[in-house]
């Protein structure tokens, strides 16, 4: 079983900076893929970026060029750096993991096996 708390949301003008943390219970948390989605009030989750056990990427088109993923395996942590950001970027952004290694682009929320409790970032224009 992994617990998963994510930290760093807030309040932010379009155009400003967040770095998202999220960290891992466990022993094992280099074996996890980890990943990032968000939910915007009236929507359903979406993926925004993955990063595999060797430092594979993916990102949506969405957040492409302006967020980066990253983990620190020492930490047992997650981050999602998100920069120019805009109000349609508004949304509980949750940390996710898995221990499948079946997927190719792990960008599929049913492809995860644990989750954290969620994040809120509100961008105001």
């Known amino acids: 079983q992994v617990q998963l708390v994510e930290s760093g949301g807030g309040s932010v003008q379009a155009g400003g900076s967040l770095r998202l943390s999220c960290v891992a219970s466990?022993?094992?948390?280099?074996?996890?893929?980890m990943a990032w989605f968000r939910q915007a009030p009236g929507k359903e989750r979406e993926f925004v970026a993955a990063?595999?056990?060797?430092?594979?990427?993916n990102y949506a088109d969405s957040v492409k060029g302006r967020c980066t993923i990253s983990r620190d395996n020492a930490k047992n942590t997650v981050y999602l750096q998100m920069n120019s950001l805009k109000p349609e970027d508004t949304a509980v952004y949750y940390c996710?993991?898995?221990?499948?290694?079946?997927?190719?682009?792990?960008?599929?929320?049913?492809?995860?096996?644990?989750w954290g409790q969620g994040t809120q970032v509100t961008v105001s224009s």
């Open positions: 466990g022993r094992t948390f280099r074996s996890y893929v």
């Open positions: 990063i595999g056990r060797s430092g594979f990427t």
């Open positions: 996710a993991a898995t221990g499948n290694y079946a997927s190719t682009w792990y960008a599929r929320s049913d492809e995860y096996d644990y």
